[in-house]
């Protein structure tokens, strides 16, 4: 999502304090939903091929880790988009009001994951997975095109379970060979893979502005970013 030369990542020393702090966020919030969203997809991939060849996966914990990474942090990019400096100048696609339509059901979501002792009362009558269930749709095969639909519905189960495959409203856009990925916790429901793409479409548009309205600084005029230590441990001193 974005690059080493991104714009996001090369901000000029003399930009406002205040909201080189908002845009840094931002970057390393698409760093971190860009990442998650690649490799669970990549996961679900695999647990897809996995169980046509007759293998069982009975944990999932690594997908989920994933999946709710991704939701804390496009929640986390939100609340940093819509209060930025100057949100008020942003054209109307790319608004306050309209980001957080377009991103409330991700929010409802989360505060489900959030908020788990306080919404068990809710869990407990609509028999719901304390994680959330999970579908998706994985490419099985390219020639001849064969696409196969899944969901994982984690953790205990009492009664009468009712889960639904995924299905499609639409294009489907595949990343590491799955797509369409869809979340339900509590009452609520949530597309990951349409909020990844309104999050991908966001950061576009935020780098062209930047570009435009930025001229692009030399290193020496770069907020210096990135910073990793190491040191040696003297044995004897401990």
């Given at each position: 999502?974005?690059?080493?030369?991104?714009?996001?990542?090369?901000?000029?020393?003399?930009?406002?304090?205040?909201?080189?702090?908002?845009?840094?966020?931002?970057?390393?919030?698409?760093?971190?939903?860009?990442?998650?969203?690649?490799?669970?997809?990549?996961?679900?991939?695999?647990?897809?091929?996995?169980?046509?060849?007759?293998?069982?996966?009975?944990?999932?914990?690594?997908?989920?880790?994933?999946?709710?990474?991704?939701?804390?942090?496009?929640?986390?990019?939100?609340?940093?988009?819509?209060?930025?400096?100057?949100?008020?100048?942003?054209?109307?696609?790319?608004?306050?009001?309209?980001?957080?339509?377009?991103?409330?059901?991700?929010?409802?979501?989360?505060?489900?994951?959030?908020?788990?002792?306080?919404?068990?009362?809710?869990?407990?009558?609509?028999?719901?997975?304390?994680?959330?269930?999970?579908?998706?749709?994985?490419?099985?095969?390219?020639?001849?095109?064969?696409?196969?639909?899944?969901?994982?519905?984690?953790?205990?189960?009492?009664?009468?379970?009712?889960?639904?495959?995924?299905?499609?409203?639409?294009?489907?856009?595949?990343?590491?060979?799955?797509?369409?990925?869809?979340?339900?916790a509590g009452k609520h429901s949530a597309s990951l893979s349409d909020a990844y793409?309104?999050?991908?479409?966001?950061?576009?548009?935020?780098?062209?502005?930047?570009?435009?309205?930025?001229?692009?600084?030399?290193?020496?005029?770069?907020?210096?970013?990135?910073?990793?230590?190491?040191?040696?441990?003297?044995?004897?001193?401990?």
């Amino acid at each position: 999502m974005l690059k080493e030369n991104s714009s996001l990542l090369n901000l000029p020393l003399n930009m406002n304090p205040k909201q080189a702090v908002f845009i840094d966020g931002i970057s390393h919030a698409a760093q971190i939903i860009e990442m998650a969203y690649n490799r669970m997809c990549d996961s679900l991939t695999r647990l897809s091929f996995e169980s046509s060849s007759g293998k069982r996966e009975v944990i999932f914990t690594h997908v989920f880790l994933d999946v709710w990474a991704f939701i804390d942090t496009i929640d986390r990019f939100r609340s940093l988009w819509v209060l930025q400096p100057n949100a008020h100048t942003l054209p109307k696609e790319f608004s306050k009001k309209e980001i957080n339509s377009k991103l409330q059901h991700i929010r409802d979501v989360r505060n489900v994951s959030a908020h788990i002792a306080q919404k068990a009362d809710q869990i407990v009558a609509l028999n719901s997975s304390v994680l959330g269930s999970i579908s998706w749709f994985t490419v099985a095969s390219e020639s001849p095109l064969t696409v196969k639909t899944h969901f994982i519905r984690p953790g205990i189960m009492r009664g009468t379970i009712t889960e639904n495959l995924a299905q499609s409203r639409g294009i489907v856009t595949f990343t590491n060979g799955s797509g369409g990925v869809s979340i339900n916790a509590g009452k609520h429901s949530a597309s990951l893979s349409d909020a990844y793409h309104l999050v991908y479409s966001i950061v576009q548009f935020a780098e062209e502005v930047l570009t435009k309205e930025i001229p692009k600084p030399s290193i020496e005029n770069t907020i210096p970013r990135d910073m990793f230590g190491s040191a040696d441990i003297e044995m004897d001193n401990i």
